[in-house]
């Protein structure tokens, strides 16, 4: 049997604030978007980096 007395408050968790739900982005988006455009950067990138190695290969630019 649990015993209450009336002088002790209850002690209780505090409420943690509920935050909003996240929205769900839709899925098409992600693969209409952000891969493509990741995979332009990736190959401009790529292209980039390919083009100053072969101009330091050939002279024209000096580290």
Avoid: N, Q, W
């Avoid at 009336?6 to 992600?30: G, M």
């Amino acid at each position: 049997m649990k015993v209450t007395h009336s002088s002790v408050p209850e002690v209780r968790e505090p409420a943690r604030p509920r935050r909003a739900p996240v929205p769900r982005v839709p899925r098409t988006f992600f693969y209409e978007k952000i891969v493509p455009a990741a995979l332009i950067l990736i190959g401009v990138a790529t292209l980039l980096t390919l083009v100053v190695a072969l101009l330091g290969v050939a002279g024209v630019i000096h580290f």
